[in-house]
T-cell receptor, first 118, second 112 residues
Framework: AQKVTQAQTEISVVEKEDVTLDCVYE???????LFWYKQPPSGELVFLIR??????QNEISGRYSWNFQKSTSSFNFTITASQVVDSAVYFC???????????????FGQGTTLQVKP | NAGVTQTPKFRILKIGQSMTLQCTQD?????MYWYRQDPGMGLKLIYY???????DKGEVPNGYNVSRSTTEDFPLRLELAAPSQTSVYFC???????????FGQGTRLTVV
């Protein structure tokens, strides 16, 4: 069955600290897709990144970086030199494909609330 | 581009009343979703659809119904509102399973 676990409920850091948000997933499919979304205090959901199961290359985008490890079923998200504007709820999500009976289903983790203090 | 539009934005219902949350998208996306988000909790999948005429249950479907008669619209029906359905509801759509989902602005529903 599909499952996404974000064990960190809340994280509080001081501005300029680095912070890593953990995401562990479960799937029986060999083809799947992982996503990260940001939900700022205003409430909308903002897409950050997509990764498919065949691409384990890490990705960096500005202060954001993602580490995908199939061996540990993890897709962790690191913010370098955090800023107050990074304060938000961050969600990891999983979608199966490749003929799975769950094709199309998009499951989210519980979310991690990040507070960056000035 | 309107994207995903949800109406209404806010609603207060009395216990036992019924209502339909509307969701429409103008991106010709095949997949559509309804989620609920309770305070401090994640997004729970209620129902989803992979195309017109096809719907399937998610993690928390009890108390809800959906239909998908067109590609654009995916309404969520609450038949007998209960306080446990107080939540923020998000509709989302995406083209296929390997693409990101686009979300509506959400509907804040309170059942009293």
């Amino acid at each position: 069955a599909q499952k996404v676990t974000q064990a960190q409920t809340e994280i509080s850091v001081v501005e300029k600290e680095d912070v890593t948000l953990d995401c562990v997933y479960e799937t029986r499919d060999t083809t799947y897709y992982l996503f990260w979304y940001k939900q700022p205090p205003s409430g909308e959901l903002v897409f950050l990144i997509r990764r498919n199961s065949f691409d384990e290359q890490n990705e960096i985008s500005g202060r954001y970086s993602w580490n995908f490890q199939k061996s540990t079923s993890s897709f962790n998200f690191t913010i370098t030199a955090s800023q107050v504007v990074d304060s938000a709820v961050y969600f990891c999500a999983l979608s199966e494909a490749g003929g799975s009976s769950n094709t199309g289903k998009l499951i989210f983790g519980q979310g991690t609330t990040l507070q960056v203090k000035p | 581009n309107a994207g995903v539009t949800q109406t209404p934005k806010f609603r207060i219902l009395k216990i036992g009343q019924s209502m339909t949350l509307q969701c429409t998208q103008d991106m010709n996306h095949n997949y559509m979703y309804w989620y609920r988000q309770d305070p401090g909790m994640g997004l729970k999948l209620i129902y989803y659809s992979v195309g017109a005429g096809i719907t399937d249950k998610g993690e928390v479907p009890n108390g809800y119904n959906v239909s998908r008669s067109t590609t654009e619209d995916f309404p969520l029906r609450l038949e007998l509102a209960a306080p446990s359905q107080t939540s923020v509801y998000f509709c989302a759509s995406r083209r296929v399973s390997n693409t990101e989902a686009f979300f509506g602005q959400g509907t804040r529903l309170t059942v009293v």
